[in-house]
């Protein structure tokens, strides 16, 4: 008898920004449910796919992020310090030790660029979890290329290739590409995840909530 072929690996996009404190616990819980999901042998195959949450933001902004967000919302000081606090207490549960007095803000179009060509060299995973580590962990600046070509250095890319892609702006098209197919799909805010091409997941989910979608999508794909 003939082996039945190997099933091929399922396949989840997911739309998302570096400065975006959710997509990082978005990220984590959905690793969780890759893990719980993958455990008997059943693959999943991660793409990730740019978006820019506030695109006019400048490369050196000056202010700390209860500035920003108070400037940007219209929200008082003390009501943005207590939804920080909030954030915090979330991302501690999941293992992520978020410092938002370290945060430097910044525009995120040349990271995003960054993460394609992780892509296209086979390291876009590492590359997006280095970026946000140091956005959110350690306090670096990711709007400028010299900086960007050490966090990639770190994760194996060459570094004279990365600040040559990014003076070029050789992916640039590719990060549009990707804006542009997130408002065929209605994306108005990330973490977003299309698990198929059939179901999209809105927000940091909790685990149990991607377990059951990647099942139902692998499931129904088997039928």
Known sequence: MTAPAP???LKVDIWSDIACP???IGKRKFERAVE???ADGREVEVEYHSFELSPDTPVDFEGSTTEYLAERKGMPVEQVE????RVTQIAGAVGLDYDFDKVVHTNTLRAHQLLHLAKAEGVQSAMKERLLQAYFVEGRHVGRAEDLADLAAEVGLDRQQVLDALESEEFLPDVRADIAQARTYGISGVPF???DQKYGISGAQ???TFVQALTQAWDERAA
């Open 7 to 9: 099933r091929r690996p």
């Open 206 to 208: 909790e685990t149990d």
């Open 193 to 195: 995840f299309v698990v």
């Open 22 to 24: 959710w997509c990082y």
């Open 36 to 38: 719980r999901f993958a």
């Open 82 to 85: 207590q939804m920080l606090d």
